[in-house]
């Protein structure tokens, strides 16, 4: 049996969790793609999916093979796009944060790609800890992290900062104020990025929090903004609109994001990359240089100490 | 009848908190963590004060005694002498009515200096409030902040506050919300000195000058409040008696460590007035 071409039905139906959707998607008829995946289960000698009860759920192996059947596939994926490539140009394997907009995304490709035609670029969405651990590997060229970052052998380029605001439901009380203190925040639940992902970030965020008497009683993890639409948590983040949501400034601008290029090896491709991506940054995502880090004032009042 | 929910108030201002009542009269009580080992912070202030007056009482001072505070008295301060510019004259008792109403640290320091540790911590084993002593004064604590930090004021990082001593109930001055009411139920019952010593002390914890705290909890005309609060950052506390119309005396104690170094933090103020209102409340029922 061609395993590859399976494991993309496999991969199909598990993601629609419905036959015939999956079917419809992959341009065919129900009943071979119920047959094929039928195969599959007898090659690989376990039940891939529940079928009972008119509903189709992923079984335990199931869940357990789906994701090395992706990787597999990507794999397939990338050994095809490298041959068709056949060694013309380069491609620049680039790391970027997941919660990067698009907009600044394909500003960025589209930057590199009129700077430097020759060289195709290859972006994955990697958080700031993965892409120090892919830099290391060798498995990207350059990567777009958050700062504080500490790793040895990493090179770092110009670093562009950027003042967050926060993102709130639009039926929150706050939403409704022309600017927010941190301190207004408290009772409200945090929605950050991975802790694995941005351990910098995070401890710095939530440090700044704490002393300006913003105490999440809980801080959920993840990228999407559900949780903040749905008014079960607040995020920090850059100016954006999206229906349901309000974006507010922050008094004081307490949360800074700062970015940078990072690299281990430095190559003409990640040269200009870096070149490129801290234009576009200032031009289309709103970041500036670097300045002096705003000295807080804490105000002084009796009874403080008394 | 069950204990209030103190855990759950606490909790909702952001903070941890610690608490202690009891009915001055009958000893009614009701507590939270009431034999905490927690520092005193300003509320060392009060068994100075106690044990000046014993000294007064004793013949060894005169309250009416003049004294000159000058520039190498004064320890900081955000209040009182503390903040003032020029030498001052002024008598033992008025020096003690600027360190309990205003919770001056100069005028407690100066006081301190005639006092003694040793007086105190002796009255108060006499007092049998042996969890409770006083081995710094003002200057030292504040001292004590720069040193464990290695910067000046303010202190609002996390680190910073893990760093101070003086959150430490065992390197600095320190009681118990249970020591502490009963330290007050012994001034309102004229038993911690001579009852003219204890009247004149009522009156200047009467004069305490901040509303925030426990009296915000009992926001009534016919209701009297005196109390001595104390102040150490994410340290919030105050200890004070409650006088309702009716005569009954309820002496409180209530101690809070706030999550967020932040030092404004109204909410975490108020919570001392809202459960001591919940304890006195309790105690009445």
């Given at each position: 049996?061609?395993?590859v071409?399976?494991?993309?039905?496999?991969?199909v139906?598990a993601?629609?969790?419905?036959?015939?959707?999956?079917?419809?998607r992959?341009?065919?008829?129900?009943?071979?793609?119920?047959q094929?995946?039928?195969?599959?289960?007898?090659?690989?000698?376990?039940?891939?999916?529940?079928?009972?009860?008119?509903?189709?759920?992923?079984t335990?192996?199931?869940?357990?093979l789906?994701?090395?059947?992706?990787?597999?596939?990507?794999?397939?994926?990338?050994?095809?796009e490298?041959?068709?490539q056949?060694?013309?140009?380069?491609?620049?394997?680039?790391?970027?944060?997941?919660d990067?907009a698009?907009t600044?995304?394909?500003?960025?490709?589209?930057?590199?790609?009129?700077?430097?035609?020759e060289?195709?670029?290859?972006p994955?969405?990697v958080?700031?800890?993965?892409?120090?651990?892919?830099?290391?590997?060798?498995?990207?060229?350059?990567?777009?992290?958050?700062?504080?970052?500490?790793?040895?052998?990493?090179?770092?380029?110009?670093?562009?900062?950027q003042?967050?605001g926060?993102?709130?439901a639009?039926?929150?009380?706050?939403?409704?104020?022309?600017?927010?203190?941190?301190?207004?925040?408290?009772?409200?639940?945090?929605?950050?990025?991975?802790?694995?992902?941005?351990?910098?970030?995070?401890?710095?965020?939530?440090?700044?929090?704490?002393r300006?008497?913003?105490?999440p009683?809980?801080?959920?993890?993840g990228?999407?903004?559900?949780?903040?639409?749905a008014?079960?948590?607040?995020?920090?983040g850059?100016?954006?609109?999206?229906?349901?949501?309000?974006?507010?400034?922050?008094?004081g601008?307490?949360?800074?994001s700062?970015?940078?290029?990072?690299?281990?090896?430095a190559?003409?491709?990640?040269?200009?990359f870096?070149?490129?991506?801290?234009r576009?940054l200032?031009?289309?995502?709103?970041?500036?240089?670097?300045?002096?880090?705003?000295v807080?004032r804490?105000s002084r009042?009796?009874?403080?100490?008394? | 009848?069950?204990?209030?929910?103190?855990?759950?108030?606490?909790?909702?201002?952001?903070?941890?908190?610690?608490?202690y009542?009891?009915?001055?009269d009958?000893?009614?009580?009701?507590?939270?963590?009431?034999d905490?080992?927690?520092p005193?912070?300003?509320?060392?202030?009060?068994?100075?004060?106690?044990?000046?007056?014993?000294?007064?009482?004793?013949?060894?001072?005169?309250?009416?005694?003049?004294?000159?505070?000058?520039?190498?008295?004064?320890?900081?301060?955000?209040?009182?002498l503390?903040?003032?510019?020029?030498?001052?004259?002024?008598?033992?008792?008025?020096?003690?009515?600027?360190?309990?109403?205003l919770?001056?640290?100069?005028?407690?320091?100066?006081?301190?200096?005639?006092?003694?540790f040793?007086?105190?911590?002796?009255?108060?084993?006499?007092f049998?409030?042996?969890g409770?002593?006083?081995?710094?004064?003002?200057?030292?604590?504040?001292?004590?902040?720069?040193?464990?930090?290695?910067?000046?004021w303010?202190?609002?990082?996390?680190?910073d506050?893990?760093?101070?001593?003086?959150?430490?109930?065992?390197?600095?001055?320190?009681?118990?919300?249970?020591?502490?009411?009963?330290?007050?139920?012994?001034i309102?019952?004229?038993?911690?000195?001579?009852?003219?010593?204890?009247?004149?002390?009522?009156?200047?914890?009467?004069?305490?000058?901040?509303?925030?705290?426990?009296?915000?909890?009992?926001?009534?005309?016919?209701?009297?409040?005196?109390g001595?609060?104390?102040?150490?950052?994410?340290?919030r506390?105050e200890?004070?008696?409650?006088?309702?119309?009716?005569g009954?005396?309820?002496?409180?104690?209530?101690?809070?460590?706030?999550?967020?170094t932040a030092?404004?933090?109204?909410?975490?103020?108020a919570?001392?007035?809202?459960?001591?209102r919940?304890?006195?409340?309790?105690?009445?029922?």
């Amino acid at each position: 049996m061609d395993l590859v071409r399976h494991l993309r039905y496999f991969i199909v139906v598990a993601e629609e969790l419905h036959f015939g959707n999956a079917a419809i998607r992959l341009g065919m008829a129900q009943p071979p793609l119920s047959q094929r995946i039928k195969r599959l289960e007898e090659e690989l000698g376990v039940r891939l999916f529940d079928r009972s009860a008119r509903q189709v759920r992923l079984t335990e192996p199931g869940r357990l093979l789906l994701s090395e059947a992706r990787e597999i596939v990507g794999r397939v994926d990338r050994l095809h796009e490298l041959a068709r490539q056949g060694g013309r140009g380069t491609v620049l394997r680039v790391g970027v944060p997941p919660d990067l907009a698009a907009t600044v995304l394909a500003a960025l490709v589209a930057a590199f790609r009129e700077s430097s035609p020759e060289v195709r670029l290859a972006p994955a969405e990697v958080w700031t800890a993965d892409q120090v651990t892919a830099l290391a590997e060798g498995t990207i060229d350059v990567g777009l992290v958050r700062h504080p970052v500490a790793a040895p052998g990493l090179t770092f380029g110009q670093v562009l900062v950027q003042a967050q605001g926060v993102l709130l439901a639009e039926s929150d009380p706050l939403a409704g104020v022309g600017e927010v203190h941190l301190a207004d925040l408290a009772g409200r639940e945090l929605l950050m990025p991975p802790k694995e992902g941005e351990p910098g970030w995070r401890a710095e965020v939530l440090t700044e929090c704490r002393r300006q008497g913003f105490v999440p009683a809980q801080v959920h993890e993840g990228a999407g903004l559900g949780l903040v639409l749905a008014g079960a948590a607040v995020a920090f983040g850059p100016r954006m609109e999206l229906p349901g949501l309000a974006w507010r400034p922050l008094l004081g601008s307490p949360i800074t994001s700062r970015v940078s290029t990072a690299w281990r090896a430095a190559t003409p491709a990640v040269g200009d990359f870096s070149a490129a991506a801290a234009r576009t940054l200032k031009e289309s995502a709103g970041m500036t240089d670097e300045g002096a880090a705003p000295v807080r004032r804490v105000s002084r009042r009796p009874g403080m100490l008394a | 009848m069950s204990t209030p929910a103190f855990d759950q108030l606490f909790r909702a201002a952001g903070v941890t908190g610690w608490l202690y009542a009891a009915d001055v009269d009958t000893g009614h009580d009701v507590g939270h963590g009431a034999d905490e080992p927690m520092p005193t912070a300003s509320m060392f202030k009060v068994p100075l004060l106690v044990a000046l007056c014993r000294r007064a009482d004793a013949g060894l001072l005169d309250l009416t005694e003049r004294v000159t505070v000058t520039a190498a008295d004064r320890v900081g301060g955000p209040t009182g002498l503390s903040s003032m510019l020029d030498d001052v004259t002024i008598s033992l008792r008025d020096l003690a009515y600027l360190m309990i109403a205003l919770s001056d640290n100069t005028a407690a320091d100066k006081l301190l200096g005639r006092v003694g540790f040793e007086a105190i911590n002796t009255m108060l084993d006499t007092f049998g409030l042996e969890g409770t002593r006083v081995v710094q004064g003002s200057g030292e604590m504040l001292g004590s902040m720069d040193v464990d930090t290695g910067h000046a004021w303010p202190f609002v990082d996390p680190d910073d506050i893990a760093r101070l001593s003086v959150l430490d109930p065992s390197r600095t001055n320190r009681s118990t919300p249970r020591e502490m009411v009963r330290l007050f139920g012994m001034i309102w019952r004229d038993e911690a000195a001579s009852p003219e010593s204890c009247a004149w002390m009522r009156g200047v914890l009467n004069m305490q000058v901040w509303p925030h705290r426990m009296a915000s909890g009992f926001p009534y005309d016919d209701v009297a409040v005196s109390g001595k609060t104390g102040t150490m950052p994410t340290l919030r506390c105050e200890t004070g008696v409650v006088e309702y119309p009716d005569g009954g005396r309820y002496a409180v104690s209530v101690f809070t460590r706030s999550f967020s170094t932040a030092l404004n933090q109204p909410r975490a103020d108020a919570v001392i007035g809202t459960a001591a209102r919940m304890a006195v409340d309790h105690l009445r029922r």
